[in-house]
């Protein structure tokens, strides 16, 4: 899966043919779901890619390189060594059940007026329940702080809690959460300035501590609970990605149960790609182990 956060896209612009985002990684074998906002132009947004399973996947001719061939399926050779490693005698896995890896229900409510700002997708797998959301930043001045910790973190915490509870399976929430919690997450903690600075005053962290607390976990954090220096976003008009003065702004939240080993999805390791360029945040990755 890839999620993404902050598109700024209208649905005019998925419809644009010059534009060419509709079935953007199509040919690599992707399906896709997007939630655009309609509170304001260029504002917010969300989209999941989600990896088809069992069926046929083009391979694309062109020579021009574009985000689609980055997905792409590998080319003969290289599958070949694939099998040929998978084909070791030794290697007990068990093939996962393509049903498995494919939603069985997608939405974009948790039923509240911010619905309209297209900040949330969530698809329901099998074995839990996956949303992408893009929290609200409490802005320049903190004119939505109030907003942001005393109504989103309550009733979105609310949400998911009540999907975890209505499906009778573990949850998981990531993307841009717009907050830095802990003293390892910033690169500068304890500055003056910071407790006036969207996402890292203390009263975003209370509030992300409270919904951790309420049965879910910081899964990076959990499983590199001493590891420094690691920021998902860096201010580009300070110039701090070089010298890396970053904040971890992007997570992934689960379900505390999901840690147990009879759980049947588990998370085995969460990071960030921090050389990889082209926004002021770096892409956060978590593997899953699923039984099948």
């Known amino acids: 899966m890839l999620c993404l956060q902050e598109t700024k896209l209208q649905g005019i612009h998925l419809e644009d043919p010059k534009l060419k985002l509709r079935g953007i990684l ?4 992707y399906d896709e779901h997007w939630s655009c906002s309609t509170a304001k132009k260029g504002y917010s947004g969300t989209a999941i890619f989600v990896k088809r399973q069992g069926k046929g996947i083009a391979t694309k001719k062109g020579k021009q390189a574009t985000i689609g061939s980055y ?36 939405g974009f409510s948790v039923g509240k007026e911010i619905d309209n700002e297209g900040r949330v997708i969530f698809l329901e797998f099998p074995w839990a329940t996956i949303a992408n959301v893009y929290v609200p930043n409490s802005g320049q001045k903190l004119e939505r702080l109030d907003y942001r910790t005393k109504e989103w973190d309550k009733f979105f915490l609310k949400f998911m809690q009540e999907k975890q509870k209505e499906r009778g399976l573990p949850v998981i929430w990531l993307g841009d959460l717009n907050i830095a ?20 005053t203390e009263q975003e962290r209370e509030s992300f501590t409270e919904q951790l607390n309420a049965g879910f976990v910081d899964v990076f ?40 080993e009879d759980s049947k999805v ?22 899953l182990e699923i039984k099948g």
């Open 181 to 200: 919690h802990k003293a390892y997450d910033i690169w500068n903690d304890g500055a003056k300035h910071l407790a006036k600075q969207a996402g890292v």
């Open 26 to 29: 199509d040919e690599a074998g």
């Open 221 to 260: 954090r959990k499983l590199h609970p001493n590891a420094k220096g690691n920021y998902s976003y860096w201010s580009q008009r300070a110039g701090n990605r070089e010298p890396n003065k970053g904040l971890r702004l992007d997570y992934f939240v689960a379900s505390e149960e999901m840690f147990s």
């Open 71 to 106: 997905f792409a399926p590998k080319k003969k050779n290289e599958e070949k060594t694939k099998q040929k490693s998978n084909s070791n005698p030794k290697d007990k896995s068990i093939p996962i059940n393509p049903e498995m890896l494919t939603p069985t229900n997608v």
């Open 266 to 287: 588990i998370p085995r390791d969460s990071y960030m790609i921090m050389d990889q360029l082209g926004s002021d945040h770096s892409p956060v990755v978590l593997e």
